[in-house]
């Protein structure tokens, strides 16, 4: 039987983790070693620390973000994975990792360059399928930023809110493009965690994977014990955050299209309108960046008059300090030391 690679991903705070730690659960083997549980993610984040610096690798330089706002972020990134020694790296760590029947990868990054991975793993002889988890942006922003942003000013939560939402639309599009080709599967975090026997037994069906437990049954299962419906402990609305009408009306049609792809990822209509959803957000990211063309300009011309100032600096600092060496050097009286 050929090798079953799953990637699970979805923006960050979507019930990526808790999904991949309920897959773990039903047998699905997770390549060691994992990036440890920590104070955001106490419950563990389920992701092979390898893929993770794999990405960062890839991505880090261009720059593209695991949350970019631009429209071509998605170009951009697919450049930088379609680099022959990215594909070799990839190729030698994924080789090494197939003996087992079910391999989970979990990385919100997976989907900026998923054609290396498909065409790697198609080499490899592994089926590739993947699982993106889905959450109201509104609840991705406020559970990624809740702390972080309780002390900002309200011009400053804007424009992180703002940034963080524009992000989680620009993602969606990007993810159900790259995603297009394969058995997918598109799974509700509220779903998840209200009834994960139901969500998961429906995503199986549709990229093909198999449980270590047959989930038409109510039968006890490690998984009861892990997913904990507490953990979506808030509704947030529109209202709770600070975003312009227009990307709020784009986020909201593209959070109602994106779960018409949960019970048919193939869905016609779905698809054909978050085509012409990206369109409306492209056009909507150019008029913002003309708006914003002075201030940008001011920011850039600020940070390298900074960079003069710093170098001017340092400069003026190291020939204070030849000036004692030579100071020093001449009263010991070796004054043409530095001559040539």
Do not use: C
């Amino acid at each position: 039987m050929k090798p079953h690679l799953l990637l699970v991903t979805g923006s960050g705070r979507s019930g990526t983790s808790s999904m991949a730690g309920a897959l773990k659960r039903l047998g699905l083997h997770v390549p060691q070693p994992e990036v440890p549980a920590d104070e955001k993610n106490p419950r563990g984040y389920y992701e092979p620390e390898w893929v993770t610096e794999f990405h960062k690798r890839v991505l880090n330089p261009v720059p593209v973000r695991t949350i970019d706002t631009r429209p071509d972020a998605g170009a951009i990134a697919a450049e930088a994975g379609s680099r022959p020694e990215v594909e070799a790296e990839l190729r030698d760590w994924l080789s090494g990792q197939l003996d087992a029947e079910q391999i989970l990868v979990k990385d919100p990054r997976a989907f900026w360059i998923l054609p290396v991975w498909t065409r790697v793993a198609a080499e490899l002889g592994a089926d590739l399928s993947t699982l993106t988890m889905l959450r109201h942006p509104t609840e991705v922003v406020r559970s990624r930023d809740s702390a972080y942003l309780t002390e900002q000013t309200p011009t400053f939560r804007r424009q992180r809110e703002t940034a963080n939402v524009a992000a989680w639309v620009n993602a969606a599009f990007e993810t159900e493009r790259s995603t297009r080709s394969l058995p997918r599967a598109f799974v509700r975090y509220a779903d998840l965690l209200a009834d994960w026997r139901t969500a998961l037994h429906r995503a199986g069906e549709q990229t093909g994977i198999r449980y270590n437990a047959d989930l038409s049954t109510r039968e006890p299962h490690d998984v009861d014990d892990f997913i904990d419906a507490g953990l979506n402990r808030s509704a947030i609305t529109w209202d709770d955050i600070a975003v312009p009408p227009q990307l709020q009306g784009i986020a909201e049609h593209t959070w109602q299209a994106m779960n018409a792809l949960v019970d048919d990822p193939s869905e016609t209509g779905a698809i054909e309108e978050l085509a012409g959803l990206e369109g409306e957000y492209g056009e909507l990211f150019d008029f913002s960046e003309a708006i914003a063309m002075d201030a940008t300009t001011a920011r850039v011309t600020a940070g390298r008059r900074d960079v003069r100032r710093k170098k001017d600096a340092q400069l003026e600092e190291l020939r204070r300090e030849l000036d004692e060496v030579k100071a020093e050097l001449a009263a010991r009286g070796k004054p043409g030391f530095f001559r040539r």
